[in-house]
């Protein structure tokens, strides 16, 4: 078993001390993975002093001499993609066929088109008689959940290096894997000391991160309860904020579409991570008189879709994070039970695998709009099926949640289905199946965020304009 007991500050590793910590299971065995060690303030004092001393330097360097480090570190990453792979998969519970080309090649890619930018993004500009400076906020704290981990620091280091920040990274401690592989991806970059510090350890860790005055920045990516506190707290030093929160995502289906393709892209996207993603299309909106097919299509999708180990290659579903995890949605499950909603698929009482955080794929029609299941983000593989009778009415139940991260439109052509796109409150939309542009921004509306991450919307995410008027 893992031991998981030092954090990297100022370019060394050191010791944690506390004596408290964690212990995080294979998600499909149940089998101790390891201990996590989980730091103080103390420790978070020394990382910000250590980002805070090393930003002057690391500004200086230019946006030339700070990318070959993103592309080396990259390059590191890649070395090891394997094992960081079956790493993340034994801790999250995605396929393994998934988890190296979602959860590894992706974000290793993403380094490198950040890197790419120190070519093209503009840092000084011309309005009138205004030069137009972008400089890096400064040092910024970046908050990272487990379901995505390298994913999701990659997101947030890699642009707020190149924009000249340094950063306070504390990854989750639910997936501590990653952690151990960035520290080694420091050391053998030679990353400047300070530039990139990480500190394990809890909310107590993250508190004392948000609340540090010598931290300008706080990214954070989490659920929307969490992240609330986490921009109330910053708001008393007027931090800058970005943040990348909870979602109820809809596909709309509408009158005339291709029911089948929609059918399968939906459940494709909700069950992914076993339902363990932010931006999953969650609610399946469709016509009335389409509902009996549609049932039909999800019945047959959900028994298609294996239920079991990831390292199976034939997997498509691998189980949850943790007994915690699977406790939260099966309750959600039981609640749309008892409302008595059309059960299409799955189910509490559906036989599992009797080891590993598993949940069955579920899927619920007729479900009502003012329901929990309908509006509440559940984090787990369930879909809730909404039907209605107009276009008006369908683009109404798509913006009824207090989310909007993320959506999906189905149309007989391109043209009408942009035209529902530009109606709905989201951050990205689909249209017919298009594939993810990572160079698009991604973020959300309401409760889903604030702020945008991916491209040159992430990299000015961590940059402050400068306006010096010229004679």
Not at 51 to 59: K, M
Not at 138 to 157: C, D, E, M, R, S
Not at 173 to 180: F, I, M, S, W, Y
Request: proline share 6%.
């Amino acid at each position: 078993m893992k031991q998981f007991a030092q954090h990297y500050i100022d370019g060394a590793r050191r010791p944690i001390r506390a004596g408290e910590s964690i212990r995080v299971y294979d998600s499909a065995t149940e089998a101790p993975l390891a201990d996590v060690s989980l730091g103080t303030a103390g420790d978070v004092a020394e990382a910000v002093a250590a980002a805070a001393r090393a930003q002057p330097g690391w500004q200086a360097l230019g946006a030339a001499g700070r990318a070959p480090y993103l592309r080396a570190l990259a390059d590191v990453l890649e070395d090891c993609a394997a094992e960081l792979a079956n790493e993340i998969s034994r801790e999250v519970g995605m396929p393994l066929k998934l988890s190296r080309r979602i959860q590894v090649d992706a974000p290793i890619a993403a380094w490198r088109a950040t890197a790419a930018l120190a070519d093209t993004f503009a840092f000084v500009r011309t309005i009138g008689n205004s030069r137009v400076t972008l400089a890096p906020v400064g040092a910024v704290a970046a908050i990272t959940p487990w379901n995505y981990p390298l994913h999701q620091i990659t997101a947030k280091v890699a642009p707020a290096l190149l924009a000249g920040c340094t950063v306070v990274l504390k990854p989750s401690e639910l997936a501590p894997a990653v952690t151990e592989r960035m520290m080694a991806a420091c050391e053998q970059t030679k990353l400047p000391p300070g530039v990139l510090n990480l500190v394990l350890g809890g909310a107590a860790v993250g508190e004392a991160l948000v609340s540090h005055p010598d931290i300008q920045m706080v990214s954070f990516t989490g659920s929307t309860t969490v992240g609330r506190k986490v921009a109330a707290q910053a708001a008393g030093d007027m931090k800058r904020v970005s943040m990348e929160l909870g979602g109820k995502s809809a596909s709309v289906v509408l009158p005339g579409a291709d029911l089948s393709r929609a059918v399968k892209a939906t459940v494709n996207s909700c069950f992914l991570n076993s339902g363990q993603t932010c931006s999953a299309t969650t609610r399946l909106i469709v016509p009335r008189e389409d509902y009996p097919q549609c049932r039909q299509l999800l019945a047959e999708a959900a028994a298609a879709m294996k239920l079991g180990d990831p390292a199976d290659g034939e997997t498509r579903i691998g189980p949850l994070l943790s007994a915690h995890q699977r406790q939260r949605v099966q309750a959600h499950i039981a609640e749309a039970e008892q409302a008595g909603f059309d059960r299409i698929a799955g189910g509490v009482d559906v036989p599992v695998p009797a080891t590993g955080y598993f949940v069955a794929p579920t899927i619920y029609g007729n479900v009502a709009p003012d329901s929990r299941l309908a509006n509440e983000e559940v984090f787990g593989p369930v879909l809730a099926v909404l039907c209605y009778d107009s276009v008006d009415e369908a683009i109404t139940l798509a913006n009824s949640t207090r989310y909007g991260l993320a959506a999906s439109v189905w149309a007989g052509d391109d043209g009408a289905g942009e035209v529902v796109a530009n109606g709905l409150r989201a951050g990205q939309v689909d249209v017919n199946g298009a594939r993810f542009n990572p160079a698009a921004p991604f973020g959300g509306f309401g409760m889903s965020g604030v702020g945008r991450e991916g491209g040159v919307y992430g990299l000015e995410e961590f940059l402050e304009p400068r306006s010096v008027q010229l004679p």
